[in-house]
């Protein structure tokens, strides 16, 4: 079974200070990893995703993850924060996962949630 | 337009009772996905479709029923809701062509109170 750790569940960060937001995730197969954000009342949205090559990869709005196999991580950084990042982040991984016999898709972490003080 | 969206956004319902949450999409994907949202719990699958004929269960799917009445429309059911269904749940779509790779495109959301 393919499981996913969040590793914080909350982050305080002052506004300009670099963030690192820790993920681990557990699979025996080849697997698609993905940050999503979610805004205060608002649905989730697509931050960035790891599919295969570079192992950095870069998203919208100055965020990066780093996909690290040995570790099984997938941590989220960015050099220096906004106020307007303050939101809830979810790791996901997505890969042939079975729910008693069907198909699923994503595996979603329990979420950390950054603030951003001024 | 929004091109996932839900209704209704807030619903207060008392135990016992039946209720449908509806979502549509213009996205034309064939992918629709229900999850509902509790706090420190991060987001739990309840079913999904991967085509009008396709309805599959998810991790949570006790207590909840589906009905996937076009490609656009994807709705879900609480045969007789119970206070620890209160959640946020949302709906969800992605492309068929990616397979795993997909990225998923969420909806507002709705926001259900059990009485």
């Known amino acids: 079974a393919q499981s996913v750790t969040q590793l914080d569940s909350q982050v305080p960060v002052f506004e300009e200070a670099p963030v690192e937001l820790r993920c681990n995730y557990s699979s025996s197969v080849s697997v698609y990893l993905f940050w999503y954000v979610q805004y205060p009342n608002q649905g989730l949205q697509l931050l960035l995703k790891?599919?295969?090559?570079?192992?950095l990869v870069k998203g919208i709005n100055g965020f990066e993850a780093e996909f690290n196999k040995s570790q099984t991580s997938f941590h989220l950084r960015k050099p220096s924060v906004h106020i307007s990042d303050t939101a809830e982040y979810f790791c996901a991984v997505s890969g042939f996962i079975s729910y008693g016999g069907s198909q699923g898709n994503l595996i979603f972490g329990k979420g950390t949630k950054l603030s951003v003080k001024p | 337009d929004a091109d996932v969206t839900q209704t209704p956004r807030n619903r207060i319902t008392k135990t016992g009772k039946r209720i449908m949450l509806e979502c549509s999409q213009t996205k034309g994907h064939d992918r629709m996905y229900w999850y509902r949202q509790d706090p420190g719990l991060g987001l739990r699958l309840i079913y999904y479709s991967f085509d009008v004929k396709d309805i599959n269960k998810g991790e949570i799917s006790d207590g909840y029923s589906v009905s996937r009445q076009a490609q656009a429309k994807f709705s879900l059911s609480l045969e007789s809701a119970i206070p620890n269904q209160t959640a946020l749940y949302f709906c969800?779509?992605?492309?068929?062509?990616?397979?795993?790779?997909?990225?998923?495109?969420f909806g507002p959301g709705t926001r259900l109170l059990v009485l």
């Open positions: 790891y599919l295969s090559g570079s192992t």
């Open positions: 969800a779509t992605s492309d068929l062509q990616q397979g795993p790779r997909e990225t998923q495109y």
